[in-house]
């Protein structure tokens, strides 16, 4: 999946934040657009959906930040709660995508995520086709449309900017392995 499709989906998790405790909206969002990126930058270092994707661990810890954020509900505890839920949902989304390849509609990996405690990968279930799918796109409007009504000011800006990037990457996805290889 699109990172833009991972920060929509983080910044779902925000969406209640922002109704519950107004105040919160900014942290909360911060949080889950930093933890919905956060994964894919092993795309720069490392083994990409091995390096910086930790579904499990992230999920965990993402949980016992929640129930911190509940009890002491401040900027900080929010944020931190948000950054690791989103980077959880993130890795383990991606397991709902496709391999971790350059071309994946040629469907020639089969490692779409590792799982660090049982050290090894998960195949791709190949619900979104491949990153940047039209499926793919519809996915980041439909997650992003909540935050996109919710937010205000440039926070709303920055969501509909990013269903604008995504739908931008989805028209030349197929393209962008030959610019790649020049």
Same mark, same amino acid.
């Not at 009890?71 to 900080?76: D, G, L, Q, T």
């Not at 383990?92 to 089969?110: V, Y």
């Not at 279930?125 to 009504?149: H, K, M, N, S």
């Given at each position: 999946?699109?990172?833009?499709?991972?920060?929509?989906?983080?910044?779902?998790?925000?969406?209640?934040?922002?109704?519950?405790?107004?105040?919160?909206?900014?942290?909360?969002?911060?949080? +889950?657009?930093?933890?919905?990126?956060?994964?894919?930058?092993?795309?720069?270092?490392?083994?990409?959906?091995?390096?910086?994707?930790?579904?499990?661990?992230?999920?965990?810890?993402?949980?016992?930040?929640?129930?911190?954020?509940?009890?002491?509900?401040?900027?900080?505890?929010?944020?931190?709660?948000?950054?690791?839920?989103? +980077?959880?949902?993130?890795? +383990?989304?991606?397991?709902?995508?496709?391999?971790?390849?350059?071309?994946?509609?040629?469907?020639?990996?089969?490692?779409?995520?590792?799982?660090?405690?049982?050290?090894?990968?998960?195949?791709?279930?190949?619900?979104?086709?491949?990153?940047?799918?039209?499926?793919?796109?519809?996915?980041?409007?439909?997650?992003?449309?909540?935050?996109?009504?919710?937010?205000?000011?440039?926070?709303?800006?920055?969501?509909?900017?990013?269903?604008?990037? +995504?739908?931008?990457?989805?028209?030349?996805?197929?393209?962008?392995?030959?610019?790649?290889?020049?």
């Amino acid at each position: 999946m699109m990172v833009t499709t991972h920060v929509a989906a983080g910044l779902l998790l925000a969406v209640p934040v922002a109704a519950v405790a107004p105040h919160l909206t900014l942290p909360a969002a911060v949080g +889950a657009m930093l933890g919905g990126v956060l994964p894919d930058l092993d795309l720069f270092v490392g083994v990409h959906r091995k390096t910086l994707h930790f579904p499990i661990y992230y999920s965990i810890f993402g949980v016992g930040a929640a129930a911190i954020a509940v009890v002491a509900p401040e900027p900080i505890t929010v944020g931190i709660a948000l950054f690791l839920l989103a +980077a959880g949902l993130h890795s +383990a989304s991606d397991w709902l995508g496709a391999g971790e390849e350059l071309r994946p509609w040629e469907r020639t990996s089969d490692q779409a995520v590792y799982l660090h405690p049982w050290r090894r990968w998960v195949r791709p279930r190949y619900l979104v086709r491949y990153d940047g799918a039209p499926e793919d796109l519809l996915l980041t409007v439909v997650l992003a449309a909540p935050a996109a009504l919710t937010f205000e000011g440039w926070l709303r800006s920055l969501v509909v900017g990013g269903i604008l990037l +995504a739908a931008a990457y989805t028209l030349v996805r197929k393209r962008v392995p030959d610019w790649i290889d020049l």
